[in-house]
């Protein structure tokens, strides 16, 4: 039995043995550039099985003016939460997405005014739908399937990159790269690893004063040399330098992606025009038509079929909303609820971040929010403190 047919035998078992809650409101926020801070007012009302996975069911629900969609896209059985839970313990999962991962960060304090950014990873055990702490790893990047993981070891840039077996929990291969690497994605396929090169630790940062750091562009020159190419069953690599300049547009860390097709990659810039495209060997090419009006920190892209694009936060309406664009002409076609749009589950819902009523900006959890409607639903409980307090986690999410 493979990690798919494990993951589907969870949802069918925990749907037929758990009654569906209750589901109350919920309000809306705002998510800025890089850090993604937040400001909003949220109300929810949930009741929940304790401290045991359950398939979701929600009630229609009421839309808005400018819905695209019917009001009742909320109406399915198919999330598994924990909104209890924060970090979670068990297995989130909504549609075809599941939180395959999680981490936190920690700042270490190092000589000449430098810190450190170590990240702690949680994986999903496939066998026992848990996250379990993996603390070998700096940096980790999820297949799609739940299958593999591709790592890095603790320091970087690193000189080889891990293939890990989620089911074992074991490195079945390592492959070798001749240009360090600081960062991973794989491409929408699972065959291709996309390594983002760096000459020097892209988290390590140069305290300023108070409390400002080099995570902003133009302090310092970024190490960012250019991005290979790695076919995962070869382990053939094929690098491009991408020259990084006097750092402009660039943070420290500045990682590339994979384009829509897996057939480009982008790497986003802190100024006009936001980001950049380039073939497999280098070479600036145009934007990708539907990807013109994208942002690279909102993390949710491009709707499965690629008919709606994920924007940034609005005050445009009585919510502090998220909007929703025409990716070919780059305007507004809805709002939605969440505070910063994480990952579409289908062409109607998306799971977002999103805050609790009357607190800061930095005390959200993940929900699922959908078109045509102004309600959300739980999938975990709500992160605290501010934007760099210890246990504050970040997901990292996978298709099955």
Partial sequence: ????????????????????????????????????????????????????????????????????????VLDHGDLIAHPDQSPPREM?????VVLAAYCTSTSVK??????TDVRTYWLLNPRTHTYEKA??????????????AAVLERDLPAGRIGLLDLLTGKVERWIP????????????????????????NPDVHVTLSGNQSSHWPNYQEPGRTGFSIIDVASGTESWSK????????????????????????????????GQRFYDFRGRPVPTPALERH???????????????????????????SSEILNPT???????????????????????????????????????????????????????GGDERATGRWTPVFAER
Wanted: net charge positive; charged share 25%.
């Fill in 1 to 72: 039995m493979n990690v798919d047919d494990l993951i589907r035998d969870s949802f069918r078992e925990q749907h037929a043995e758990s009654a569906p809650p209750p589901v109350g409101l919920a309000e809306r926020v705002l998510a800025v550039r890089r850090r993604r801070r937040t400001r909003a007012v949220v109300s929810v009302a949930v009741a929940t099985a304790a401290a045991v996975a359950v398939a979701v069911a929600m009630p229609g629900l009421g839309g808005g003016k400018d819905d695209v969609r019917p009001a009742n």
């Fill in 92 to 96: 989130i999962a909504a549609g075809r």
């Fill in 110 to 115: 190092q000589s000449g005014g430098r810190h």
């Fill in 135 to 148: 603390g070998k790893w700096s940096f980790v990047a999820i297949a799609p399937g739940l299958r593999t």
């Fill in 177 to 200: 790269v001749e240009h360090t690497v600081g960062a991973l994605s794989f491409s929408p396929d699972g065959r291709t690893l996309l390594a983002t090169t760096y000459k020097k």
């Fill in 242 to 273: 991408v020259p990084s300049g006097d750092g402009t547009g660039l943070n420290d860390r500045q990682d590339f992606g994979f384009s829509r097709d897996g057939k480009l990659v982008y790497t986003g810039l802190t100024e006009e025009p």
């Fill in 294 to 320: 994208l942002q690279w920190y909102v993390d949710a892209r491009l709707s499965p079929n690629g008919r709606l694009a994920a924007g940034a936060a609005s005050d445009a309406t009585k919510y502090t």
């Fill in 329 to 383: 002409t780059g305007s507004r076609s809805t709002m939605v609820r969440g505070e910063q749009l994480l990952a579409w589950i289908d062409d109607e819902r998306l799971i977002a971040w999103d805050i609790t009523p009357g607190s800061n900006e930095f005390r959200n959890r993940l929900v699922v929010v959908a078109l045509g409607s102004d309600k959300e639903v739980p999938l975990s409980g709500f992160r």
